[in-house]
């Protein structure tokens, strides 16, 4: 490829990953020279400010035609506009959420840790425009690399590096499994273009493979469904949210798992959406029974094991592992409703996990202490934090008037609206969410009818308070008017041109 071919690409529709890189570069740099002694947050303000960037050029995207790089390997569609978007906000309050958090010991890591989140989002970012197996490995890598690391920033902490170990080793495992996966699709049909696959796919000298293409989706599958914490592949979750700092667990919770589910949306539907299973039937039918039994094993292993937890951060990772099993749910039916209810309640989690977790850094930092226990009277000490949390609460229980509500519903509506409908699945959904309600009341009893040991007020920082701020406005607002979130997605989201290759432009 020679200059002129380069310097006439578009370049332009990589301004928001371009934004990250140059921000990372330069908080790496920064770091490297600053003297040792200096404090390391203010890097935290050139990071938010990378991500406003990037946030600004996404927006002068939007309302724009699809456009891709080389040949389809990197896309900006609207699927990707939609997923960017929840992955740059989300990354966006997590680093508020970083900046008042109190390293401790681990206080000069943390210029490492602000580029190393910057990596780790522009891993997320190639996922969700990604076009090729091979991006699309690169992406994942990046991602899971970075978050390694970020795991086991408290290095002095022994469950900091018993998080990250296991995180390594798990991950590894995860990896060699998906790359195993696609290199039978690869085999299959000497294509790593997932358009280009799936047209090899609907060829009918495939046939003569079934048995090998039903194997290849099922190994694919079970490697990628370790990035969004669903049953099996789950045990990781706990013991990583625990050990890590508090803004990773965050990031692990919202912005690594709606990059999971974004890859798996990509990869599967374009590749096995036409691809023949057994006997000719299609496959993504005939392994309907299988997601289903995935989605359900996952939001009853969540809810049930979550009752026994009195570590905060052990239970909020198995609240994260059953909300993962609700978002399967619509994968299991693959109707048309798919794409938008998985995009929705994704955003709804978005804000009241992120929103939950800014008040636990308060109450834990506050407190000193990780158990349950460190809420108890708080309504006392402070009634706003409580107020907020208990929004936050609400919503991940699916209570009316709250996002999380409305995204359930829709969920719910979507495994009983397909033929045949899935009624088993919604009964499961249904009684794991009655389940949730005891772990997650349990806070709120905590909050209001415990009394706490200490009763001082607690010092609100100004970061956290807008964070807790902006999560309870939104998920209260996209709960009586969700129609304003999915307004924006129908506009923005076509599924014409995520099924079509777009060309190089």
């Not at 939950?356 to 202490?369: D, H, K, P, R």
């Amino acid at each position: 490829m020679d200059l002129h071919t380069l310097t006439s690409m578009n370049w332009g529709i990589m301004a928001p990953e371009f934004a990250i890189l140059g921000t990372a570069i330069i908080l790496s740099l920064l770091d490297l020279f600053m003297p040792r002694t200096q404090s390391r947050r203010p890097l935290g303000i050139l990071a938010i400010a990378g991500i406003a960037a990037a946030f600004i050029f996404l927006y002068l995207q939007f309302g724009h035609e699809g456009a891709s790089l080389f040949h389809d390997m990197y896309r900006l569609d609207s699927f990707s506009k939609a997923f960017k978007l929840i992955l740059l906000l989300g990354t966006g309050l997590i680093l508020v959420l970083a900046y008042d958090y109190r390293m401790g010991e681990e206080e000069e890591y943390r210029g490492e840790f602000y580029y190393l989140l910057l990596t780790a989002l522009l891993g997320a970012m190639f996922m969700a425009s990604s076009g090729d197996m091979i991006t699309l490995f690169i992406g994942l890598e990046l991602l899971s690399l970075s978050s390694y690391v970020m795991a086991g920033m408290r290095k002095r902490k022994l469950e900091s590096n018993e998080a990250a170990f296991k995180y390594v080793v798990t991950g590894g495992i995860s990896t060699a499994i998906t790359m195993f996966g696609m290199s039978y699709v690869f085999g299959l049909t000497g294509e790593t273009n997932l358009y280009a696959v799936g047209a090899a796919l609907r060829d009918t000298s495939i046939l003569q493979n079934q048995f090998l293409l039903v194997f290849a989706f099922f190994i694919t599958f079970a490697g990628l469904t370790f990035k969004i914490a669903s049953a099996p592949f789950h045990m990781w979750a706990p013991d990583v949210y625990q050990g890590s700092p508090l803004p990773v667990t965050a990031f692990l919770s919202v912005v690594s798992k709606t990059a999971g589910f974004a890859i798996i949306l990509r990869f599967f539907l374009m590749c096995f959406s036409s691809a023949p299973g057994i006997k000719g039937d299609p496959l993504l039918l005939q392994v309907q029974p299988y997601l289903a039994v995935l989605a359900g094993a996952t939001m009853i292993a969540g809810n049930v094991i979550a009752l026994r937890q009195r570590n905060i951060k052990r239970l909020f990772a198995y609240s994260s592992v059953a909300q993962a099993g609700y978002i399967l749910v619509p994968f299991v039916s693959v109707s048309a409703l798919l794409f938008e209810t998985t995009w929705f309640y994704l955003l709804a989690y978005l804000f009241m996990n992120i929103g939950a977790f800014a008040v636990i850094q308060e109450v834990t930092a506050a407190s000193g202490t990780n158990d349950i226990s460190g809420f108890a009277g708080l309504y006392k000490r402070s009634p706003w934090l409580a107020f907020a949390m208990t929004i936050f609460i609400l919503s991940l229980a699916g209570i009316p008037a709250t996002a999380g509500f409305a995204g359930k519903f829709g969920i719910f509506m979507n495994a009983l609206g397909t033929n045949p409908g899935h009624y088993i699945l919604a009964g499961i959904l249904m009684a794991a969410t009655v389940v949730s309600y005891f772990y997650y009341f349990n806070i709120i009893g905590q909050m209001f009818f415990r009394s706490g040991q200490e009763e001082r007020a607690i010092q609100h920082k100004k970061g956290l308070l807008f964070v807790t701020a902006l999560c309870a406005a939104a998920t209260v607002f996209f709960g009586i008017f969700p129609g304003t979130a999915l307004h924006f997605f129908y506009n923005e989201f076509h599924l014409t041109d995520f099924f079509q290759t777009l060309g190089q432009k």
